[in-house]
């Protein structure tokens, strides 16, 4: 009785201090995580930058947190740092707040290139604190939903998809020196849903096109994962908004089970054409989507010292797959994923 005391003492002092978080980088997604941890009692904005100060301004008005000139200031004024900011600045900013000891949570991609992913997946793992990556739909409630399916059936294929209407709003998403290329603003975020869902890849064949956009826009991919299962993959960035513009349909003994969205899950089991529909479509969009969740999980991280769930390896791993598709463009080739991370 007494050490069960002691310990939900011990519990209680460690909640009392606020883990401390900076953002860098006040557009959408950064107001997005800043709202979320605003309202968890276990957390504080302490510190906000932005290269436009404007933006953060804006952003400290709505949530809190000191408007910090440099990315030195915001350090010196948080425990954790949540990376928000354009694609390719993400290995930079993350390197710099593990030199400090801090906690990173970065959002999608890990990185640009796989020596740059290669060298921060090096530096998370020697880090001490928490470093988590921000693949958001692993949380979102379709696809937790989809892969519990999954453990009590055995799935063979599937066809996935992961489209945009446009790479102009906003302006940077058709900006390669920003991006690093559209596999990396879009489509990465189901590249690293195959892996939740189905396992470790061996080997894809990839084809690609230019259409719209001075970048590969269009691709068409064939994934073979070591369990046997296989699956084909369409991504494309001027295919309109046509709902959903991103679906995973999986095949399994008489059953098909189709996403659309974060919206719905369509379950058809049998012979006839008979299907259960599961909708999340009332549910607020940041948990819906999964940013409640993962931002939950990122504190529960630290406060308990755990591993996050989605780990420096995954986000290497989700590079991994980019640039083995656009190698693959390249040569003409089958590219091989190889074991190990």
């Known amino acids: 009785m007494f050490i069960c005391g002691f310990c939900a003492f011990l519990a209680l002092i460690r909640f009392m201090d606020k883990v401390r978080i900076g953002i860098v980088g006040t557009g959408y997604i950064g107001n997005v995580h800043g709202r979320i941890y605003s309202r968890d009692e276990r957390a504080e904005v302490s510190a906000l930058f932005d290269v436009v100060p404007e933006r953060a301004e804006r952003t400290a008005r709505s949530i809190g947190g000191k408007v910090c000139s440099s990315r030195e200031e915001l350090l010196a004024n948080c425990d954790a740092v949540l990376i928000c900011s354009p694609n390719k600045t993400h290995k930079d900013i993350a390197l710099n707040a593990i030199v400090e000891g801090k906690h990173v949570f970065c959002e999608k991609p890990f990185s640009i290139g796989i020596d740059n992913a290669r060298e921060l997946l090096d530096a998370a793992n020697a880090a001490s604190g928490v470093f988590q990556v921000g693949h958001n739909r692993r949380y979102a409630p379709v696809y937790v939903k989809l892969k519990e399916l999954l453990q009590n059936d055995k799935a063979h294929s599937a066809h996935i998809k992961m ?18 290329g559209f596999l990396y603003e879009t489509t990465i975020h189901l590249f690293d849903m195959m892996r939740f869902q189905f396992g470790e890849i061996e080997e894809l064949t990839a084809y690609g096109s230019y259409h719209e956009y001075p970048e590969l826009d269009e691709f068409s991919i064939i994934f073979k994962f070591k369990s046997g299962f296989h699956c084909t993959f369409a991504s494309s960035s001027d295919a309109s908004w046509h709902f959903p513009f991103e679906r995973i349909e999986v095949f399994c003994h008489h059953r098909t089970i189709m996403s659309e969205e974060m919206e719905r899950l369509l379950d058809s089991r049998g012979m006839d054409a008979n299907f259960e529909t599961l ?3 009332m549910t ?39 640039e083995s598709v656009y190698n693959a463009i390249r040569t003409g080739e089958r590219v091989k994923i190889r074991a190990g991370g």
């Open 279 to 281: 909708s999340w479509h």
């Open 163 to 180: 489209n945009r209407g446009e790479l102009k709003n906003p302006v940077w998403t058709g900006d390669v020196n920003v991006t690093g």
């Open 284 to 322: 607020e969009k940041e948990e819906r989507w999964g940013y409640v969740q993962e931002d939950k999980a990122f504190i529960n991280a630290i406060v308990n010292g755990t591993d996050p769930p989605v780990t420096a390896l995954d986000g290497f791993k989700s590079v991994e797959l980019v």
